[in-house]
């Protein structure tokens, strides 16, 4: 069975950069657009609704971190971030 929003969403936490930074190294992380509900996002990727994703990331409201953004996180040290865990990727929102 897959999980619904209001599940995923007692499933979002709070992490820091240094914590997410493994994730990329293994390509896991996505970079949720500010618009956008990490819970929905998870819920959609779960269902694997490849609509809905494959249109935010043609539109860029989901992508792979930046080289920009990676310097920036890297040089902000108090960086946080809201993340979801959809196995085997870990969605990340910038706080």
């Known amino acids: ?3 619904t929003k209001e599940e995923l969403a007692l499933q979002v936490d709070v992490a820091e950069w240094n ?3 493994a994730h990329l190294e293994r ?4 970079v ?3 618009e956008l509900e990490i819970a929905e996002v998870g819920e959609r990727i779960a269902r694997d609704d490849t609509a809905t994703v494959g249109a935010w990331i043609e539109t860029g409201k989901l992508s792979k971190p ?3 953004q990676i310097a920036a996180w890297d ?6 971030f809201s993340t ?7 969605l990340m929102k910038e706080h």
């Open 1 to 3: 069975m897959k999980p």
């Open 19 to 21: 914590w997410l930074r």
């Open 27 to 30: 390509g896991g992380l996505i």
């Open 32 to 34: 949720v657009a500010p």
């Open 66 to 68: 930046s080289e920009g």
């Open 75 to 80: 040089a902000d040290k108090a960086a946080r």
């Open 84 to 90: 979801l865990i959809i196995s085997p990727y870990v």
